[in-house]
Each structure stands twice: as structure tokens, then as C-alpha cells.
């Protein structure tokens, strides 16, 4: 194991405010290296690498215009001198909470740039959730914008200082120095800046987890997991002219592919909006031309829906990737009818798995699985409740390792204990099966289950089936408390634009006829006019379950609610 606590081995840069220790054997993580998947550079170099070769090449297409990697590398410089000359030092936290655009792209590699670990997180992160992130994180110093929907955010942050002894310093993009906060910005300044000798494998990033259940883990990345393990998810989707629209936020962990993968590894185009409109992106996927679209099920859903897409022009489209949460094979048969392009369900999350389809894979195998693993990303076992190998046909719980595997949880032993093993698997507690062809099919969640008089059900297997009925747009399904039986299932839809809603028996009907099981039908139906969801997108079922017992929660509550994948 390699100890990340005070000094990193290999060349003695300092790492002040993260511990965490790599249950990767070093051995495994050189074998990676001579294998081609790591980079074996810091995510800084590997950018003004790129920048250096190819200087006009369109760097960020974001809601202000373009801007070149000549032209971000500048303000990447800027704002990395200034970060310098505030005190910031290799090591450091440095927290980011911007909106998707190319000064976010400039801030993170600045932060890169500097040596310090960058701490992403969404917008939607209220007071408590930024002073817990930024508490648990030890963060030194945070980038937030000048103002935000009315919101003073560099005035809440330092008001918070007291009570984050760490929190050294706080930074404004977009404004000018007022109290408690100093400018970060990347249009002023020296863009002279010397290389400094960062380690490969010491930290880089810290990802917040898309849990929606509980506040997120904090997973620490290193430049090398970051570039190399997850910079390999988009090379199997051809990164030759890559224009990749990238509809999450950069601070999750789908959205965090943003600067690792498609600037830094792959040196390509990334496009961006400040906050995802499906009448929007139809309108402006023609003027933007993205050859890749990333997105969760429920903003392809939305963006299906609506008519602005008419006589939109999609050609330029060759993939469109879906993750963070399951979807359908109607979905996915939908997206490919509609916008002329293939469509993947990918499998990954910000705590270090990744399972994909290929392009090439045979229809059968990519509409109903999530591919075979692959070793530039992770390796998967399916595993019994003693940690064996499950045969092929036989569920278990997912267990991942590989290339992208990260560091560990920051500052959180106890995560690490127990979340991973002692050389490195992280249990995933998703439950899946690998076929006799080595294809995974992911059945649900071990925690995400509703017990009703005894008998287990999967809320996925249920909201799969009744996203295929022609009347639903987005659905989930919780277990609601019931005094004889323990839980019953709840099912809650949002309806087509112009579909009349379906009524409870109507739906069970449908059910039955799609192949569920009797006992596994839901017993209520609430038809609400959205979902609440985290920044990513993800239902956030705890506050789902919070408005249906009437604890105040709406629906348009759009707060973090446990992180970001």
C-alpha cells in the first residue's frame, strides 16, 4: 500500500490536507503503466502538451462562444500564478463550485497546474452541504463565482471561515475583490508559468459520489487514474474530430470526463452549457455540431420530448452516451430512432467502476447489457456474500479494479474499510450478473430495495418496465411504510407531454403483461409534474420519500442530496 499522508513517495511533493491511502499494490498500478493505460503525466502537462501542438484548435464551445487551447492554456497560466501568489501549494485543497464553462475548464488545471487537489462540487450545494464537503475535504481555499442566481456565494463561504479552520482563502471568478474574497480571474495577469515536477500518481482530483441517499463520498484521484483509467472510457468511442457535449455538470463524476478525458487525454473539443435546457440543447445541437452527446436517461428523455427537436439538424452526432442511472432498451431504441446515432448505457460511478458497451457489440448484447469489461478501465467480479466468484448466470455483488481506480475515500478510513478490500476491489453494492459470454448485466442495488412482508423487490427492475409504457416519461419507484406488511412499492411518474396520466390498475395491467411478477406490483401510483434530482440529474429518492409522507420536500427541490457519477 501506498501511505499519501504528509509526503508523496515518489517525489516529495507535500500533500497537506488529504490522507488516504492507495489499497492498489504499487506493482499493479506499474503493470498499468507498462500496459500503455496511464499516461504517466500530470493532467496540467498533458493539457499544455495538447495546447502546444495544436494552438487554434477549438479548446471549450460553451453558452459565450469558443475559445482555443492556445487561448485556455493563457488563462489556465493566469489563473494558476494567481492561486500561487495567494499562497496556494502543491498539496493544498482547492475546492471549484462554477458552472459549466471554459473558466471552470481554466480554474480546474490551474488548480492542476499549481499541484493541488481540486475538489469539484455542483452549484446546487446549499450552506451545510459546502461547509460539509469543504470541512471533510480539509480544503484550503475555494472558486466559486462572483454571483450566482442573487446568491453571494464568496460572502457565505466566508462567513463560513470560522468554522473551517483549513479554509485559508476564498476566490471570485467574475467580480472584483470584496470582502473575505479575492479575484480569480483568468483575462489578467502573468501567463508566464514554470512546469513544476508533479508525481503521476500523487492526488489530483477529489470527486464527490452520486449517492442519493446519504451526503457524498469524497473519492481522491490521481493524475494518472484520472488521464489514464478514466481518460480510456471515451477512446473506445473514437476520439478522432471529437466534439463531445457533455450535458451533466463538470463537478460530477460523469461530468468530471470533461477536463481529464476529452482536454487533457485526448486534447479535443469540449462543449458545454451553463445548465441543461432540452429545448436548448434540440435548438443548438445543429450550431454546435457535437459528434458526442453525454447525458443521464433523464435528460435524453427530455430532450426526445421535445419539439424543438423537430427538424433539428443531428448529423453530426455519432454517439450518444448515457450514464448514472439505468434506463431501458426502449430508451436507448428511442435516442437511436430519433437522433440517428448509436446510443450506449454506460456503468460507472465516482467511487472507481466503469462498464461499457461497444459500438461494435452485437444489438442484443449492447441494448440489454452494459458490455464486458474492460482492463483499460476495470476489472468486474461478481461475488457472494463471502467474497467468491460467482459463476457465470449466478448474481452477486459488483466488485471493480483497475486503471481508474482511485487513491481512496479522503480522510475517511472508515469508507475505505468499508468500501474496499485490502488489495484494492471496491464493492460497488450493486448487484449484477456476468453472462456465460462475459457481458454484465446490472440488476440493482443492494441497498435500493424495498422488503415487503418479507419478500425483497428491486425498485429497478420496476421503473425499468414502466419507463417502456407509452404514457411515462421519467419514473421511480420507493418503498413506502406500511403497517402489515412492512413496505409497499410506490411508483411515481411524470407523464408525456399531451399523454393523459395512467391510473393505478391500468399500470399494474401493463406490468403484468410485460412480464412482472404479482407480488412485485406497485400498490400506489402519485403522478407528479417533475422528480427531485441531484445536480447530476439522479432522483434523489430519500427526498421522494420525504414528499410522499408529507415532510415538506418539493418536487422542484433541486439541492445536491448526496453528490454526483
Not at 266 to 289: K, Q, W
Request: overall charge neutral; some cysteine.
Amino acid at each position: 500500500m501506498t501511505a499519501y499522508v504528509g509526503v508523496c513517495p515518489r517525489r516529495g511533493v507535500a500533500v497537506r490536507g488529504v490522507i488516504a491511502v492507495d489499497h492498489v499494490p504499487a506493482a499493479l498500478r506499474r503493470e498499468w503503466s507498462r500496459d500503455g493505460f496511464y499516461p504517466d503525466a500530470d493532467l496540467y502537462t498533458l493539457f499544455e502538451d495538447h495546447a502546444r501542438a495544436n494552438p487554434s484548435r477549438a479548446a471549450v464551445v460553451d453558452d459565450t462562444g469558443t475559445v482555443t487551447y492556445a487561448e485556455l492554456a493563457g488563462a489556465t497560466r493566469r489563473m494558476a500564478n494567481q492561486l500561487a501568489d495567494a499562497g496556494i501549494r502543491p498539496g493544498d485543497v482547492v475546492a471549484v463550485q462554477l458552472p459549466n464553462s471554459w473558466q471552470t475548464c481554466a480554474a480546474q488545471l490551474a488548480v492542476a497546474a499549481a499541484g493541488a487537489v481540486c475538489l469539484t462540487y455542483p452549484m446546487t450545494a446549499w450552506e451545510w452541504e459546502s461547509e460539509e464537503l469543504l470541512g471533510r475535504s480539509g480544503a484550503a481555499a475555494a472558486v466559486v463565482p462572483a454571483s450566482s442566481a442573487g446568491v453571494d456565494l464568496p460572502g457565505m463561504l466566508a462567513g463560513l471561515r470560522g468554522r473551517l479552520p483549513a479554509l485559508r482563502r476564498v476566490f471570485a471568478v467574475g467580480g472584483a475583490a470584496r470582502a473575505g474574497a479575492a479575484p480569480l480571474d483568468p483575462l489578467t495577469g502573468s501567463d508566464r508559468w514554470r512546469r513544476l515536477d508533479i508525481d503521476p500518481d500523487g492526488p489530483a482530483c477529489i470527486l464527490a459520489s452520486s449517492g442519493t441517499e446519504a451526503l457524498p463520498k469524497l473519492v481522491l484521484y490521481s493524475h494518472n487514474a484520472m488521464a489514464g483509467g478514466r481518460g480510456n472510457f471515451f477512446a473506445a468511442f473514437g476520439t478522432g474530430g471529437m466534439r463531445c457535449w457533455i450535458l451533466v455538470p463538470l463537478a460530477s463524476g460523469l461530468g468530471s470526463n470533461g477536463v481529464c478525458s476529452v482536454l487533457a487525454r485526448h486534447g479535443a473539443t469540449l462543449v458545454l452549457a451553463a445548465s441543461f435546457s432540452p429545448d436548448r440543447t434540440a435548438e443548438a445541437i445543429g450550431e454546435r455540431c457535437p459528434t458526442h452527446l453525454v447525458g443521464v436517461p433523464a435528460m435524453l428523455r427530455l430532450l426526445l420530448a421535445s419539439p424543438a427537436l423537430d427538424g433539428a439538424d443531428t448529423s453530426s452526432l455519432r454517439v450518444v452516451i448515457l450514464g448514472g442511472a439505468s434506463a431501458p432498451e426502449s430508451l436507448l431504441h428511442a435516442v437511436e430512432a430519433r437522433l440517428g446515432c448509436r446510443c450506449v448505457l454506460d456503468y460507472g460511478s465516482a467511487d472507481g467502476v466503469n462498464c461499457h458497451p461497444l459500438l461494435d457489440d452485437p444489438p442484443r448484447k449492447r441494448y440489454s447489457t452494459v458490455g464486458r469489461p474492460r482492463p483499460a478501465l476495470c476489472a468486474i467480479r461478481v461475488v457472494d456474500d463471502e467474497g467468491r466468484d460467482q459463476p457465470p448466470g449466478e448474481p452477486g455483488e459488483i466488485w471493480a479494479r483497475g486503471p481508474m481506480s482511485p487513491l481512496g475515500y479522503c480522510n475517511s478510513p472508515e469508507l475505505d474499510a468499508r468500501y474496499r478490500t485490502a488489495d484494492g476491489w471496491l464493492k460497488t453494492g450493486d448487484v449484477g450478473v456476468l453472462d456465460a459470454e462475459g457481458y454484465l448485466v446490472v440488476v440493482g442495488r443492494t441497498k435500493d430495495v424495498v422488503i415487503r412482508g418479507g419478500q425483497t423487490i428491486s425498485p429497478a427492475e420496476v421503473e425499468g418496465l414502466i419507463m417502456g409504457h407509452p404514457g411515462v416519461l421519467v419514473a421511480a419507484c420507493v418503498g413506502v411504510p406500511d403497517e402489515l406488511l412492512g413496505e409497499r412499492v410506490c411508483a411515481c411518474v411524470v407523464t408525456r407531454p399531451g399523454a393523459p396520466p395512467p391510473d393505478l390498475e391500468g399500470l399494474r395491467a401493463f406490468l403484468l403483461e410485460a412480464g412482472l411478477d404479482r407480488h412485485r406490483l406497485p400498490e400506489r401510483l402519485e403522478v407528479l409534474p417533475e422528480l427531485p434530482v441531484n445536480a447530476s440529474g439522479k432522483v434523489v429518492k430519500r427526498r421522494l420519500l420525504a414528499l410522499l409522507l408529507g415532510g415538506g420536500t418539493s418536487p422542484a427541490d433541486r439541492g445536491n442530496g448526496g453528490g454526483a457519477s
